[in-house]
């Protein structure tokens, strides 16, 4: 999507095979440490968290009620989580335009997190 709409601003004609090629040529750029560790962000920590949107594929991946008793049973186990939901929030919100860097700008990921 942000190809494309970035097709239509420079009044390129966006194609679906056009797009799909500029989309495979950014892959390498993810496959680094940096594009791995957004990968699992996306991946896992959003959907184990139950903030933001994730894949779909793993939408019924959460922690285990079990477990999450026992963490809101014990303050300090509260407080180490509550802790680690803020700190991944704000690393999300930090990093939120690290994909648009990426896409339409050509940076490396490790780029792209100082663009945004």
Do not use: C, E
Request: a positive charge.
């Amino acid at each position: 999507m942000l190809i494309a709409a970035d097709s239509l601003k420079g009044n390129h004609r966006a194609t679906l095979w056009g797009d799909l090629r500029a989309a495979l040529a950014s892959f390498p750029r993810f496959l680094q440490p940096a594009g791995l560790l957004i990968l699992a962000y996306v991946g896992l920590v959003v959907p184990l968290t139950g903030m933001g949107f994730g894949l779909s594929a793993l939408s019924g991946l959460r922690i285990p009620n079990f477990i999450t008793s026992v963490i809101y049973a014990n303050p300090l186990y509260l407080s180490g989580y509550t802790a680690l939901i803020i700190l991944l929030a704000v690393v999300g919100v930090l990093s939120i335009f690290v994909f648009h860097a990426v896409l339409l700008r050509g940076t490396t990921v490790w780029g792209g997190f100082r663009f945004s």
